[in-house]
Nanobody
């Protein structure tokens, strides 16, 4: 059974940093993509970063480019999202998800069949 478990959400002041983790289990290979999504109250879910574990390609949304970094540790089956220079508008529930359809670094949520439970990130001004 595939499972994704996020951790690392917290309350942080603007300008601060957090690192989110997404621990994956149940996969039989690394032929999949992990995406990070976020959803703020009253807003649509936004795909902000992804990593294609087979081809090592990465994607960042303009809203986080230059501030967030996605990385992975295959030995730990974990994908990280390092978030620096956080802003109040980064406040949201952050989810990781897995795409096993071979869509590369796409962050179209339709392609993601496995989702974690989410972790809250709150950035105070």
């Amino acid at each position: 059974e595939v499972q994704l478990v996020e951790s690392g959400g917290d309350v942080v002041q603007a300008g601060g940093s957090l690192r989110l983790s997404c621990a994956a289990s149940g996969f039989t290979s690394t032929d999949y993509t992990i995406g990070w999504f976020r959803q703020a109250p009253g807003k649509e879910r936004e795909g902000i970063a992804s990593i294609d574990l087979s081809h090592r390609n990465r994607y960042y949304a303009d809203s986080v480019k230059g501030r967030f970094t996605i990385s992975n540790n295959n030995a730990k089956n974990t994908v990280y999202l390092q978030m620096n220079s956080l802003k109040p508008e980064d406040t949201a529930v952050y989810y990781c998800a897995a795409n096993v359809k071979g869509w590369g670094t796409s962050v179209n949520p339709i392609g993601y069949g496995y989702w974690g439970q989410g972790t809250q990130v709150t950035v105070s001004s």
